[in-house]
């Protein structure tokens, strides 16, 4: 019988969520600057180490504060969200890889996260309405 879910936690979904955001954002930075094959290999298995405690904590936000009436559209906007920035960003970040060289890919993808991280933390701080 597993126990994963039953397993309690020490610190809430936001700050979980926080804290892999900023684990992902900060781990792409370097990877504009890794000398080779192996060590962006390495860089990208570390930064890529937060993108599903990122996803569940922002799946489980959005099971709290969405009222269980609107639920369902809640996530959905949450998934739209997430492919739409997905859809956007990998042309995107083609055309800078293109143009620029592979150090700008890079860049955006860490622009893009510290403006995630920025709404991110800016919200946690946001007044209940």
Request: overall charge positive.
């Amino acid at each position: 019988m597993p126990v994963v879910a039953a397993r309690s936690r020490r610190v809430g979904p936001p700050t979980r969520l926080l804290t892999a955001l900023a684990a992902m954002v900060f781990g792409t930075a370097p990877l504009a600057v890794v000398p080779g094959l192996w060590s962006m290999a390495a860089g990208i298995l570390v930064a890529g180490l937060g993108i599903a405690v990122t996803l569940v904590g922002s799946y489980s936000i959005a099971q709290v504060v969405v009222p269980v009436e609107h639920r369902t559209e809640g996530v959905t906007w949450l998934t739209t969200a997430t492919s739409a920035g997905t859809a956007l960003g990998a042309p995107l970040a083609g055309h800078l890889l293109d143009a620029f060289g592979s150090a700008a890919g890079f860049l955006l993808g860490f622009a893009a996260g510290l403006i995630a991280l920025a709404v991110t933390g800016l919200g946690r701080r946001a007044p209940a309405a």
